[in-house]
């Protein structure tokens, strides 16, 4: 897929959270009790519920690929202004030159390591309407994302498929923890099963197989595939790591014997980093479209990988799910919300609303879960619906994936 267009990607659509590890979706639904239809909704909530296929689904990988470079520069692209001076200098050994300066203009969603990291619309919920930032500035608890920020971008383009984007599975092969599996697949046949957290990647793995196995293993890089390296932090002399996207199909350049020409042949890559520059006028943590030629590649320890759901010849069809409903005569009586919504593509956001006779919302929530499941019990209303006072009501709940919102309930209950 050489030469991708660039475009806006302009569903309005919410979204949400993601970064670098994390927790398997829960497999079990929680308990029904005899008020809820297990497998089916009430008549009237499967009515609503379907719909016309509101998902605007990609037809080809290369489709996923391009709204996966869409998605990143958008994320990118975000303007924010600092409240205050933000220093995260000693925060931890990456961020050792991250400042925001107090009043100043940034683009891209700020570098945060040590928490999920989160969608543009989610961000945007923290931004007031002189776009000045207004969550948390504790580094810990700071809104933003890591150089793992493609995770949102492959969420919401359909890479990621049957994968939970939070925190359920490890980029780099062999870098595994319990409980998690390997999302990515090596690309070429080198040889990684000397890999160790406590060495870099270029003795562990690229001095071990050579340049021609590396540089064949490059050539396979496509857009949406990604470049890892472990490699010594100049901060402490401990072991760090670093991920780049690759925007567009590698580059090769062979010599007349067939052997790659490693300083002439390339990639583009796209990337979150932990220090601020000033790009085009525009200060940012982000980069795009920058050049690494295959020398380098190899000399800094980057292992080619792919997503294993983007090892396919075209995408899955949405499989969306919602089961474990009140049915709507008991709704009101029920003393939790009930439901279970599943898909085999990540959930962004689901928001749910209760207005009244005239329209008016009486309670509402909104979450963003970035997995493959969302249980209603684990959402909290603004106003429970044992609060509310005598009346008739209508419920509705959706669900947004990266291709479009869904809703997957809505009924008329009387309390």
Not at 35 to 49: G, Q, R, Y
Not at 69 to 88: G, L, Q, R, T
Not at 222 to 236: E, G
Request: charged content about 20%; overall charge negative.
């Amino acid at each position: 897929m050489k030469k991708i267009t660039l475009l806006v990607f302009t569903l309005s659509l919410a979204l949400v959270l993601a970064s670098c590890n994390g927790t398997e979706p829960s497999s079990g639904d929680e308990t029904l009790s005899p008020d809820v239809t297990e497998t089916t909704l009430s008549e009237e909530t499967t009515a609503a519920a379907a719909e016309v296929n509101p998902f605007n689904e990609p037809k080809t990988m290369d489709e996923i690929r391009q709204r996966t470079i869409e998605y990143f520069n958008a994320m990118s692209a975000v303007k924010w202004v600092a409240p205050e001076k933000m220093d995260y200098t000693k925060s931890c050994p990456w961020t050792t030159t991250l400042v925001y300066d107090r009043n100043q203009t940034y683009y891209g969603l700020p570098y945060s390591s040590d928490r999920s990291g989160v969608s543009l619309a989610e961000f945007e919920d923290y931004l007031n309407a002189k776009n000045v930032y207004t969550g948390p500035l504790e580094y810990k608890n700071l809104i933003g994302g890591d150089c793992g920020s493609m995770r949102r971008a492959w969420g919401w383009s359909g890479a990621l498929c049957d994968l939970p984007m939070q925190l359920g599975f490890q980029m780099i092969p062999g870098h595994t923890k319990a409980g998690q599996k390997v999302g990515t697949i090596k690309l070429g046949n080198y040889d990684d099963s000397q890999y160790s957290d406590d060495t870099t990647t270029f003795d562990n793995t690229n001095k071990v197989n050579g340049t021609d196995v590396m540089y064949e293993a490059y050539a396979q890089l496509k857009a949406c595939d990604i470049i890892a390296h472990r490699f010594v932090l100049a901060s402490n002399g401990k072991i760090g790591q670093h991920i780049r996207l690759v925007v567009d199909d590698a580059t090769v350049v062979r010599l007349g014997n067939g052997k790659i020409a490693p300083a002439k042949s390339y990639i583009l890559f796209s990337e979150q980093t932990s220090t601020v520059r000033e790009i085009d006028g525009k200060k940012t943590t982000w980069v795009l479209n920058e050049t690494m030629s295959f020398t380098d590649l190899y000399q800094k320890g980057y292992m080619p990988l792919r997503l294993i759901s983007m090892d396919k010849d075209a995408p899955d069809p949405v499989d969306m799910t919602a089961t474990g409903f009140s049915k709507p005569e008991n709704f009101a009586s029920s003393p939790v919300l009930k439901g279970t919504i599943k898909c085999n593509y990540n959930i962004f956001e689901t928001e749910i609303t209760i207005t009244d006779q005239s329209g008016n919302v009486v309670s509402h929530a909104k979450v963003y879960p970035y997995n493959l499941q969302v249980m209603l019990s684990e959402v909290q209303l603004s106003t429970p619906v044992k609060e509310l006072p005598a009346g008739n009501y209508h419920f509705k709940t959706t669900a947004t994936i990266g291709f479009g919102t869904k809703t997957v309930a809505e009924f008329d209950f009387t309390k």
